[in-house]
């Protein structure tokens, strides 16, 4: 069983989507280059494309904090 899956099973989640981010990451690159703001190499590109998957990788619908209860 892989890591996530293992994560995804010990938090018990009420629902898990599958969402490939892609094309989301992609759009997010090119308006950065667009904006003038180029990568110091493809390495450096590289780096901010999994910064971006990684922050937008494993949500999940069951907060471990429930909110205000108003």
Not at 19 to 46: Q, T, W, Y
Request: glycine share 8%.
């Amino acid at each position: 069983m892989k890591p996530t899956q293992q994560a995804l099973r010990f938090i018990r989640a009420d629902e898990n989507l599958a969402i490939d981010i892609k094309l989301a990451a992609d759009a997010m690159l090119a308006a950065r280059d667009k904006g003038g703001v180029p990568f110091n190499d493809e390495s450096h590109k590289n780096f901010v494309r999994g910064n971006i998957k990684a922050r937008t990788h494993g949500r999940n619908t069951r907060s471990p904090v429930p909110g205000p209860a108003w």
